[in-house]
């Protein structure tokens, strides 16, 4: 499958990343690295986290990590996986 990022995800991991690295630099490279292996992973199992909590549609998923849910829509018809956002826990996307 392929991995597509939407801009609003983008923009907002980049907010993210620059907040965290106020505090250290490296934990925010680590937490970038880590999640983007996380998201590697989504190709070879699209299924292996939870239906969302914000949308309601079986092919959007729920990515958690570290506080953040990271939500991406499956289309099997193309073979992608678009990352949509990363947000907050419990916030509204």
Known sequence: MKILKSQEYISSLKDILSYI???KK???IDFRKELN???Q???QF???YRESIYFE???IRDLTYKGYVIPYEVDLENNIVTI?????YKNNL
């Open 21 to 23: 690295a106020k505090d």
């Open 26 to 28: 490296s934990v925010a």
């Open 37 to 39: 292996r996380k998201i």
């Open 41 to 43: 992973d989504i190709k």
């Open 46 to 48: 699209p299924f292996m």
């Open 57 to 59: 549609n079986e092919y």
């Open 84 to 88: 949509i956002g990363i947000i907050k």
